[in-house]
């Protein structure tokens, strides 16, 4: 008989915003259970981006991420269908912002996501959690909840500088709090391959952190910017578009890995 294994928890972060987090984890989320693995999305940003970019309306979710966290609901009772076949999605509140405050406060404060996911709904082969863009307490019970960090990183020059950053947490994190926390890999985003930049940026990425930058290029695409207000993925979208193609070849690539 094969042991059921725990699915592997993957915190999409980076604390710069604008970098690709939200569509990353929406767009690798829908290729992920296109494939034929279920896959559970957790929106851990009180923009709540994920949440309305899979056409849900982050303010009449009635239980939210916040409720997983205060421990108030368990994740079956937070858990909504979306509009992809084999996609769940624990939705995002505004609220989420004035709760940090009050989660501060409680006890094992960077352990409630870690307690709220210990028992994954049935089925779910993979998690995803979209972090908000910063180093706080949500994004700190992300990286204790979750088994890897995925790291989108826009081609520019600052990019160099976050990713030292983020690599420095992912130690912290690793000797005080998680001890087996992985990196999934940097995968590069919104990326002009017309431009000087993007390739120089991709080459000094590659030469730093050599094990972790992906294959995989996501390009700058505008289908992808466009399918969030239709409240689907770019692969619901436009299944053929060069955005949909290279969400697609990134789950390929991480399922491999
Ligand atoms: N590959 C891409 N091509 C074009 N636009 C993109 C791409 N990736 C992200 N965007 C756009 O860039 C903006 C920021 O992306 P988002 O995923 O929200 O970043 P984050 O979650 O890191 O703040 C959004 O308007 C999004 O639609
Ligand atoms: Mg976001």
């Given at each position: 008989?094969?042991?059921?294994?725990?699915?592997?928890?993957?915190?999409?972060v980076n604390?710069?915003?604008?970098?690709?987090?939200?569509?990353?984890?929406?767009?690798?989320?829908?290729?992920?259970?296109?494939?034929?693995?279920?896959?559970?999305?957790?929106?851990?940003?009180?923009?709540?981006?994920?949440?309305?970019?899979?056409?849900?309306?982050?303010?009449?979710?009635?239980?939210?991420?916040?409720h997983l966290l205060t421990g108030e609901a368990a994740v079956e009772q937070v858990v909504q269908p979306t509009g992809v076949a084999g996609l769940t999605l624990v939705p995002s509140h505004i609220d989420l912002a004035g709760a940090e405050i009050e989660l501060a406060g409680m006890p094992d404060r960077e352990a409630l996501l870690q307690k709220g996911l210990a028992v994954i709904p049935p089925g779910v082969e993979i998690v995803l959690i979209d972090c908000p863009p910063s180093l706080g307490l949500l994004t700190l019970n992300a990286l204790v909840a979750a088994t890897s960090m995925l790291i989108p990183t826009q081609c520019e020059y600052?990019?160099?500088?976050?990713?030292?950053?983020?690599m420095y947490t992912h130690q912290l994190v690793r000797s005080r709090l998680n001890p087996k926390l992985?990196?999934?890999?940097?995968?590069?985003?919104?990326?002009?391959?017309?431009?000087?930049?993007?390739?120089?940026?991709?080459?000094?990425?590659?030469?730093?952190?050599?094990?972790?930058?992906?294959?995989?290029?996501?390009?700058?695409?505008?289908?992808?910017?466009?399918?969030?207000?239709?409240?689907?993925?770019?692969?619901?979208?436009?299944?053929?578009?060069?955005?949909?193609?290279?969400?697609?070849?990134?789950?390929?690539?991480?399922?491999?890995?």
């Open positions: 008989m094969l042991a059921t294994m725990a699915p592997p928890i993957i915190a999409v604390q710069k915003g604008g970098v690709g987090k939200t569509t990353t984890a929406i767009n690798l989320s829908a290729a992920m259970a296109e494939v034929g693995h279920p896959t559970l999305l957790v929106d851990l940003d009180p923009q709540a981006n994920s949440t309305s970019g899979l056409g849900l309306d982050p303010a009449r979710a009635r239980l939210s991420v916040y600052f990019a160099l500088e976050g990713l030292r950053h983020l992985a990196i999934a890999g940097i995968v590069m985003t919104q990326f002009d391959t017309r431009t000087t930049l993007a390739w120089d940026v991709l080459q000094t990425v590659r030469r730093t952190h050599p094990h972790h930058v992906l294959e995989t290029l996501i390009p700058r695409n505008v289908r992808i910017s466009e399918a969030p207000s239709h409240g689907k993925s770019v692969l619901e979208y436009d299944p053929t578009c060069r955005g949909a193609a290279a969400y697609r070849a990134l789950a390929k690539e991480l399922l491999e890995r």
